[in-house]
């Protein structure tokens, strides 16, 4: 899971503003997804991609817009619909279309609101 | 809708001793179970994973158990050490419909005293 990365570490948002956080894989996968993490919680499906071009709702959609134009990148958009973004966004991805379920993560970044 | 349950949310236990997290799944559906280990402000780390085509799967001191009749599986870690501490989660994979997405549980929180 070296190969997926995310950008920043820390973000801190201002109320009203949108951010955007980076994904960014070179293992040549078709699929990516992003998870939220609370304190104490597991992981939560936000939005995900199985292919360019094509993304789906997850489990909590509402509040963030996802866009997947190139293979290897999958940013997420934290918008300011998003009442309480503060969480640890996870960004996965895998091979995608039943070849490999194997779902590697990046190392996170952590959102904080001012 | 589908849902995975872990349990126990907390476990502490002695080094040397075994721990034992155990999960249930509801989609009968699911048939790719892996399992996560967290560490502190890290990414996930993929431990040890089953398909739905075996009971049993051992790596060293990792092996993960799986009763598709009873739809649920367990994480078993023998010979603890004080690296084993960390937050560890299951899930399971949907087949049939949103992409073959993982559900995961809330996570285990284990702590290995020396």
């Known amino acids: 899971d070296g190969g997926i990365t995310q950008s920043p570490k820390y973000l801190f948002r201002k109320e009203g503003q949108n951010v955007t956080l980076s994904c960014e894989q070179n293992?040549?996968?078709?699929?990516m997804y992003w998870y939220r993490q609370d304190p104490g919680q597991g992981l939560r499906l936000i939005y995900y991609?199985?292919?360019?071009?094509?993304?789906q709702k997850g489990d909590i959609a509402e509040g963030y817009s996802v866009s997947r134009e190139k293979k290897e990148s999958f940013p997420l958009t934290v918008t300011s619909a998003q009442k309480n973004p503060t969480a640890f966004y996870l960004c996965a991805s895998s091979m995608g279309r039943g070849q490999q379920e194997t779902q590697y993560f990046g190392p996170g970044t952590r959102l904080l609101v001012l | 809708g589908e849902n995975v349950e872990q349990h126990p949310s907390t476990l502490s236990v002695q080094e040397g001793d075994s721990a034992v997290i155990k999960c249930t799944y509801s989609?009968?559906?699911?048939?790719?179970f892996p399992w996560y280990k967290q560490e502190l402000g890290k990414r996930p780390q993929l431990i040890i994973d089953i398909r739905s085509n075996v009971g049993e799967k051992k790596d060293q001191r990792i092996a993960v158990t799986l009763n598709k009749t009873a739809k649920h599986f367990s994480l078993h870690i023998t010979e603890t050490q004080p690296e084993d501490s960390a937050v560890y989660f299951c899930a399971a994979r949907l087949v049939y419909n949103q992409g073959g997405k993982l559900i995961f549980g809330q996570g285990t929180e284990l702590s290995v005293k020396p």
């Open positions: 293992l040549n996968h078709d699929a």
């Open positions: 989609d009968s559906a699911s048939n790719y």
């Open positions: 991609s199985q292919i360019v071009n094509d993304f």
